[in-house]
């Protein structure tokens, strides 16, 4: 069945400037790119979109983290794309991920592993209007 799902490429995967190699995951996968831009995330969009885990320790890191540098955001869309995408990036800490996905090969922690990607069909539905206009998407 076809899906989108979201993705975000994060300061991580700026930084170690493996945009292309990330992506070109995604599209050897057999998954196309809908929509995309860069941009710089602030504290509000960043309160609602990690509002799950405000309350955690570990949330004002991830927050400064996400605002270290601009990220890249992508909307993919394919047959099962966000278990698709999920299995390409591997499990959220890097340390755990294997040889072979993207987090695997490029990650180096929980935080700082690489992208997010949106985690079921209801959540990126979500999440792609939270970060994308419908004017953006194609």
Known sequence: MKERTLIILKPDCMEKRIIPEVLSRFFKA????????MTKLGEPILREHYSHIAGQPYYPPLVEF?????V???IFEGDDAVAK?????????SREACAGTIRGD?????????AHASDSVENAAAEIKRFFKDCEVF
């Open 30 to 37: 057999g998954l196309e790119i809908v929509a995309c831009k």
């Open 66 to 70: 996400m605002q270290r540098r601009p």
């Open 72 to 74: 890249l955001l992508a």
């Open 85 to 93: 995408v999920r299995r390409l990036l591997g499990p959220t800490n």
């Open 106 to 114: 490029f990650g180096d922690n929980t935080r700082e592993n690489i």
